[in-house]
């Protein structure tokens, strides 16, 4: 078995390849490592034939659903998945086949009621229901304590101790494990009584994730995340440097129309000299008032280069095929010393 580790920060993601076919699956990838994943399989001659989610994750963006799309091959959950775009629904013992590899999903209700391990030869991918030293949390949506000790309990630690233990998470840098190490030494699993395990789990008193509302938001429906959005915004887009239109203001450039595109209080507490005020909020509907020559040189720039990245993709949308962004923002502009005009005049 070919097997790669992806880390990124805490969370770990798996690439499991069999060495006969080149046949892989991808396990709990997460979105901005796409181009990661895709080197590795490159690297080691694979292709990806399935994408597994363990669980919906609270706490970081799947990327299954955006890698299905690339590679036009199937996002595998549990049946319980509450993802739309999920192709394979798969119940408690089923197999998949990935090449002459056969994972084999136990259903493990606890972290979350759509939480999988993930068999394969020697090895064990526990998701979030096992970690190395502790276990999946059990106070977010669809979590269990009671599930969860019997997903333990009456599941995964029956297996062979010998298993090897790849979990979704592994905050302390422990590394790979065993069910005999976890067994022995993993702090949770000492509660072996279920109400001291469930007592446990409920007084844990775990800080929420970061973004959970966005990860739960995306990884349910398989919307889009904020970054997502603005990472296509930048793959469609060219940007002019700070310095490049600090010269071509200072030259007089009549052929560039610069846009701040921030509310009207910002551009007149400061803006660039010349930029006229275009708010991102009205944009679509007075440019054709505002910018009657769609083959004008448009630059947009906002506050800090998000929003403005935003505006220049819409322009270019709308046809304006030289609207570009500014490479930063109103405050590296400032910082910059570069000249800055205020009141409601260009
Ligand atoms: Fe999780």
């Not at 190395?132 to 977010?140: E, N, Q, S, V, Y």
Request: glycine residues 8%; hydrophobic residues 40%.
């Amino acid at each position: 078995m070919i097997l790669e580790t992806i880390a990124t920060g805490g969370c770990r993601s798996y690439l499991v390849g069999c060495p006969d076919t080149c046949a892989a699956a991808l396990i709990d990838p997460e979105l901005t490592q796409v181009d990661r994943y895709l080197g590795l399989v490159a690297r080691n001659g694979l292709r990806i034939r399935f994408l597994i989610d363990t669980h919906t994750h609270a706490d970081h963006f799947s990327a299954t659903k955006e890698l299905a799309r690339q590679l036009d091959v199937p996002v595998v959950m549990h049946r319980h998945s509450p993802a739309p775009f999920v192709d394979m629904r798969l119940e408690d013992d089923e197999l998949v086949a990935v090449g002459k590899l056969r994972m084999q999903v136990m259903h493990t209700p606890g972290h979350t009621r759509d939480s999988i391990c993930v068999k394969v030869g020697d090895s064990l991918f526990t998701g979030d229901t096992l970690l190395t030293g502790a276990t999946g949390r059990t106070d977010l949506p669809s979590g269990d304590p009671d599930a969860l000790y019997d997903s333990l309990f009456n599941g995964i630690l029956r297996l062979d101790p010998a298993y090897k233990v790849y979990p979704a998470h592994d905050h302390q840098g422990n590394g790979p494990s065993t069910l005999a190490r976890e067994l022995a030494a993993n702090p949770r699993l000492q509660h072996r009584e279920r109400a001291a395990f469930v007592e446990n789990m409920r007084n844990l008193n775990l800080t929420m994730p970061t973004h959970l509302t966005e990860a739960l938001r995306t990884n349910m429906s398989g919307g889009k995340t904020v970054e997502q959005l603005l990472a296509e915004a930048t793959a469609k887009v060219p940007f002019m440097s700070l310095a490049e239109l600090k010269n071509r203001v200072e030259g007089g450039d009549s052929e560039l129309v610069v846009l701040d595109v921030r509310e009207r209080d910002a551009y007149e507490q400061g803006h660039i000299p010349g930029a006229r005020l275009l708010p991102r909020g009205q944009l679509e509907l007075r440019v054709n008032k505002e910018l009657p020559d769609p083959t004008q040189h448009v630059l947009t720039y906002c506050a800090l280069g998000l929003i403005s990245t935003l505006a220049a993709a819409t322009l270019r949308e709308m046809g304006f095929q030289r609207a570009v962004a500014l490479d930063g923002g109103m405050s590296a502009w400032r910082d910059a010393g570069y000249p800055i005009r205020t009141g409601s005049d260009p």
